[in-house]
């Protein structure tokens, strides 16, 4: 079967050039719906279901098997645009106590924010100095973690292992535009791409050489005159080049 080798005209691959651009954005709108749902739809989502209680401090200590030398914990430091530094802290852990909404009384491990919940230490401070994150420490156990101490704070009903300092009021509208507008993008490009690309692909197709496989009328052809010849000659299936003389 003979193979047809289709040149693109300039407007052709311009066209071309449009078609990839729409599965690109496509692809981006999908890439920032991931992202956005990571980053700022989930946190949003459990901003929104924590509730309000009142904790009570029960004590304090640093993660670690011997109290006299506590474990420390690594993090990633920033020391410039092209640098990052290695650095430590000491892992504070408070235990609190606090009574939900439905009379149940917890405990649980106090972290800075909701978005924490579910962290061992209750801060993580990254500086490069690691004098400068135990004196930060030291000076947030001062503050928070005085046994006997009360204050409002924040649970997760489906997360009953920790309880937030912080609260960031959260509202469906900030969840709605972090999914809504990428989603949109995805959905419209992807629909604009499928119907470029087969309507494009459709008018390469049309503009292709007719061969006899591909002539629907080619069986309707005249059969050969004489009734003894066997073996007429069939037309050949290459397309042919008629080149006239204007002369």
Wanted: proline share 7%; hydrophobic share 35%; glycine share 6%.
């Amino acid at each position: 079967m003979p193979v047809t080798v289709r040149v693109l005209t300039p407007k052709e691959r311009l066209v071309k050039f449009g078609i990839t651009l729409l599965c690109s954005v496509a692809c981006l709108g999908a890439i920032m719906l991931v992202v956005l749902g990571i980053t700022i739809a989930q946190p949003a989502v459990v901003r929104m279901r924590t509730h309000q209680a009142t904790c009570t401090v029960n004590g304090s200590h640093f993660d670690g098997e011997n109290p006299e030398r506590p474990s420390r914990f690594s993090c990633s430091c920033s020391l410039g645009r092209y640098d990052v530094c290695i650095s430590t802290y000491e892992c504070l852990v408070i235990s609190v106590t606090f009574r939900t909404e439905e009379g149940e009384q917890r405990t649980a491990d106090l972290v800075e924010s909701e978005e924490d919940l579910g962290n061992e230490c209750a801060i993580a401070p990254c500086s490069r100095d690691h004098e400068k994150n135990d004196e930060m420490v030291e000076e947030y156990r001062e503050l928070w973690g005085r046994v006997g101490q009360t204050y409002p704070c924040w649970y997760d009903p489906g997360n009953p292992s920790g309880a937030a300092r912080t609260h960031f009021k959260s509202s469906t509208s900030e969840v709605f535009h972090a999914l809504f507008w990428p989603a949109l993008v995805m959905v419209v490009f992807s629909v604009a791409f499928c119907f470029a690309y087969l309507r494009f692909t459709r008018y390469i197709e049309s503009t292709l050489p007719m061969t006899e496989s591909s002539n629907p009328w080619s069986r309707f052809q005249d059969e050969p005159e004489e009734p003894g010849d066997e073996n007429p000659s069939q037309p050949s299936s290459r397309p042919k080049l008629v080149f006239e003389n204007f002369a």
